[in-house]
């Protein structure tokens, strides 16, 4: 009985791991794009990006962050972003700049910036509209703040990565 046991634990241990390594079926299918901008003058610069994945089958995650060490006239020190804005959103470049969601909103310690996620996001939009959007290059994060002449300061982000629907390696 003991051994039967062992043998069984042997058996179910691969399955209670995550369901990989008994078949191909059981890795799960995933996919990321991530777009993102860096503006970089003299004064500072200006950094943002938003990323989403997914597996297959389940809702997606989207997280994205910012951060702008740009001076102000007169001063000495960069201006934290994390203290001045009241609100993200992330639009869509290729509709007249129409509001797609609005962001959660976090101070992010360390980095002097803000950002947020949303880890089972439901939509509306649709999951599947906003990563199109993203991977093709359409999004903008708009942020709003209390700095004087930046009250509203629009982010175009760029796809710098992309992975479509692919199973992923097993151990």
């Known amino acids: ?84 804005v009241f609100a993200a959103r992330l639009l869509d470049a290729g509709a007249d700049m129409a509001v797609l969601l609005d962001l959660p909103l976090r101070p992010i310690a360390g980095w002097d910036g803000v950002g947020g996620d949303l880890t089972s996001y439901a939509g509306p939009p649709s999951f599947d509209q906003l990563f199109a959007l993203v991977q093709a290059g359409r999004a903008v994060l708009e942020l709003v703040t209390d700095i004087p002449g930046e009250e509203r300061v629009l982010r175009r982000l760029g796809t710098v990565f992309f992975t479509d629907w692919r199973r992923l390696q097993c151990d």
């Open 1 to 84: 009985m003991l051994r039967w046991r062992r043998e069984a634990l042997v058996l179910l241990l691969p399955l209670a791991a995550g369901g990989c390594g008994l078949t191909e079926s059981g890795c799960p299918e995933s996919r990321d794009v991530t777009a993102a901008t860096s503006q970089s003058t003299s004064l500072g610069s200006d950094y943002a990006q938003v990323g989403l994945s997914q597996y297959r089958g389940t809702p997606g995650v989207l997280s994205w962050r910012a951060a702008n060490t740009t001076l102000l006239q007169g001063e000495v020190d960069p201006f934290p972003l994390q203290q001045h």
